[in-house]
């Protein structure tokens, strides 16, 4: 989750170092993360810790092309507990990660973890104003998945279940106001995971799949476009927009951030030949858009 300059400092005055880390930095193609690990920890090692952070910064430099941003730092917190916990990223020095893993924390546990991968997106995406908080989480909600699916972090039949699963969640209540002005826990992550999809799917229509929402993430990072950076959300979107060649981004903003437009979910999934039943995702190749559906989550 993204926060601002004041926040950081909250959190840092609130929350205590590590009291003995060490640091490596690892780099990726396009940028470089400074890494502090807890010394005290004894599980998980160093090297599966490292590994965890490896496979997460590969997604989303599969995703993006590029590590987001020339230099970051992530800080992995000692946790109280097994697992990982209370991810937050801030745009301090580029961008700034800390993390909670917890003793005993098992290697699969790592390997099943979307936070850290979930916060690495965060860098690839301009600061905005609090009104647009949902598409910065939105964006790694939708994103994160994907990313992982493109480098077998994550199965394509997991994705879609999942995306058929919560993406509802994202649907505006009665009372909603339009993705600007409704900050509910839902359709701020997946209200905007939904116009994120939406989006995606749109573009790809509109360029026979010859780009998709990922071109235009690209080229608001190409922009300079990260997290160091506080731009209007118009400006974001007009700059994905050309990226792709298409005004879809902001065409679905006009339609979704101060009315309750409530997307046809069920129409989309049949289109895509997705369906779930029991728990159990099933793809239909021969539905209208199932290659749209193929080439979302296809590396390239």
Not at 146 to 168: H, I, L
Not at 179 to 200: K, Q, S
């Amino acid at each position: 989750m993204t926060r601002y300059f004041v926040l950081l400092w909250l959190c840092l005055l609130c929350t205590a170092r590590n009291v003995s880390a060490s640091e490596t930095k690892l780099s990726f193609k396009g940028g470089s993360l400074e890494t502090s690990l807890p010394d005290d920890m004894k599980s998980p090692s160093r090297d599966e810790l490292l590994q965890w952070v490896r496979d997460a910064a590969g997604a989303v430099t599969t995703y993006y092309g590029r590590f987001p941003v020339d230099h970051a730092t992530l800080e992995i917190r000692k946790g109280t507990h097994p697992g990982v916990h209370h991810g937050v990223t801030y745009p301090r020095g580029g961008g700034f990660i800390i993390i909670s893993v917890g003793e005993g924390t098992t290697v699969q546990q790592l390997h099943e973890d979307w936070t850290l991968t979930h916060e690495m997106i965060h860098l690839a995406f301009p600061a905005m104003a609090e009104e647009h908080h949902w598409i910065e989480e939105g964006i790694s909600t939708y994103v994160e998945p994907v990313a992982r699916a493109m480098t077998g972090n994550m199965s394509v039949d997991e994705v879609w279940k999942q995306f058929a699963s919560d993406m509802p969640k994202g649907q505006p209540a009665d009372n909603d106001a339009g993705l600007d002005n409704t900050h509910t826990w839902g359709r701020t992550y997946w209200g905007g995971a939904m116009f994120c999809l939406i989006a995606d799917v749109r573009i790809r229509e509109a360029t026979h799949s010859q780009h998709g929402l990922q071109d235009a993430l690209r080229a608001i990072v190409k922009h300079d476009g990260t997290i160091a950076n506080d731009w209007p959300i118009e400006n974001a979107l007009k700059v994905g927009d050309e990226g792709t060649g298409t005004t879809v981004l902001a065409d679905l903003y006009r339609t979704m951030k101060d009315k309750p437009s409530r997307m046809d979910l069920e129409n989309l999934w049949k289109k895509l030949g997705v369906s779930v039943q029991n728990g159990n995702v099933t793809f239909d190749d021969r539905a209208p858009e199932a290659d749209i559906r193929k080439t979302i989550t296809e590396k390239r």
